[in-house]
């Protein structure tokens, strides 16, 4: 037997002078997957880039299968077998589910082997579990899970021996992350060495055999999953026994800010959705891909033009048939795509978290300019942001911190009555997700109506007053004060057909 497949060596990156990842070394064997933790910004992604191709190092090297690679470009890195599963999706809304696997693939077959293409690409969907999808079908017409999933079926098309998951179940719900398991253990077994990036510590350990944990740029463990707890791997993480985060659960009385929808319906994605929400409570959506949970807030955001129903704020009828109607009514969407929706993310920090409201902020130019630094700082204060990276481009931002500026230019506004967030703290970490979710309570406090849809039990559990479980396009049932977690978990998987 030969020696590990991959070994990292000493690895070492800086951008403008700070360093990103200093010194880096583990390995991963044949068979193995092996997990990377680190709370935002501890250098996990610049690593995976590093090993993809996509970034030089400054210092150290990656040996593949004994031989040292250079690792020129992503090409490079998937000549020499080491396919990347991003964290944000690359996947083209505009091609097919075929034409994006076949996309990039340096032995992408000819038009005249289309045929085994196709098949080849069924039996991907199917291996992945989504036997529904058809190869001649537009990525536009699938979820944002359903994208995330084709993603990864295109990465094990590639003929690995290095498999990168960067995130891969951030979006995902927990029986689509168990396909993406099974799918993963099976590429494991096949002889490849994957390597699993993952704030979700719980499938760390229930998936990896091994855990290196990173903390500022630097290796601070490499230890087998079997002697780690989550208790263990955050305290590793953050260098310190974290803190619970306490929330008071103080319902508003005062109904003025009742958001009131009647009978909303999407055509093919939503049957029928009634709720009256009111202001200072969290209303938690809970559903798996395709339930409809994502699709209430969507239509309520304006975004779904064939919606039908009423909604009404405050007693006033809302246009929520356009992202204007919606905005103008009071209503702000965070969407779980932060890079197709919302981030400019060549612009700096600070004038993204203003991006909103620039209206209010005055006339003259430096008016604006002095108020809109005042502004930004006190966002990224209240966001859990670096206050020194607020005149740096979004996109040099490590992908959680990228998330909070997301979540960030939403607070504070005088013109927002009804906060709607899908997916609220996805890619980030447990610092970060205790700070969103004091935001969200801060925000309900403060009199907004607070709407989120999620797919994880813990966060539907720790911030829902009022959780609906919704499947197939309805609500299954509706829990005021709290549920089991059992409960939640059969009502989106089976419904009540079970009971
Ligand atoms: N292109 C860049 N320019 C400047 N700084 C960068 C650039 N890319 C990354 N960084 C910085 O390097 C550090 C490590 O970031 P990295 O994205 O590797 O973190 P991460 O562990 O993957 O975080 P997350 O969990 O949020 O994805 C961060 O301080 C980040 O801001």
Known sequence: MSGPLVVVDALARSFAGVPAVREVSFTVGAGEIHALCGHNGAGKSTVVRMLSGQLAPDAGRIVLDGEAADLRSRQVAQRLGVALVDQELSVVPALTVLENMTLGDIDAPLVTRRRAAVRRCRELLDEMGLDRLRPGQLVATLSMGERQLVE????????????????????????ESRRVFAAVRRVAARGCAVIFVSHRLPEVLELCDTVTVLRDGRRVVTAPAADLTVDRLIVHMLGETPHRLETSRRPDPDLTHALRIEHLRVPGRLADFTLTARAGRIYALAGQLGSG??????????????????????????????????????????????????????KPVAGNLVATRLDRLGRGPLVAAGRERRTARSLAELAGLPPDR???????????????????????????????????????????????????????????VVVFASTELEELLELGD??????????????????????????????KDAA
């Open 390 to 448: 607020l005149a740096d481009p979004v996109l040099t931002l490590s992908g959680g911190n990228q998330q909070k500026v997301f979540v960030g230019r939403s607070l504070g506004r005088p013109d927002v009555h009804v906060l709607l967030l899908d997916e609220p703290t996805r890619g980030v970490d447990i610092g970060g997700r205790a700070a969103i979710h004091r935001l969200l309570r801060d925000a309900a406090e403060a009199g907004l």
């Open 152 to 175: 990864i079926a295109k990465a094990l098309s590639q003929r690995a021996r290095v498999v990168i998951l960067d995130e891969p179940t951030a979006t995902l719900s927990e029986a």
């Open 466 to 495: 009022v959780i609906l479980t919704m499947r197939d396009g309805r609500v299954v049932d509706t829990y005021p004060g709290g549920a089991d977690g059992a409960v939640l978990m059969r009502d989106m998987t089976e419904g």
């Open 293 to 346: 949970a994502s699709d209430v807030l969507r239509a309520l955001a304006g975004l779904h033009a064939r919606a039908t129903g009423s909604v009404q704020l405050r007693d006033r009828a809302v246009a929520f048939r356009s992202p204007v109607g919606a905005a103008r009514a009071g209503i702000a969407f965070v969407s779980n795509d932060r890079k197709g929706e919302g981030l400019f993310l060549d």
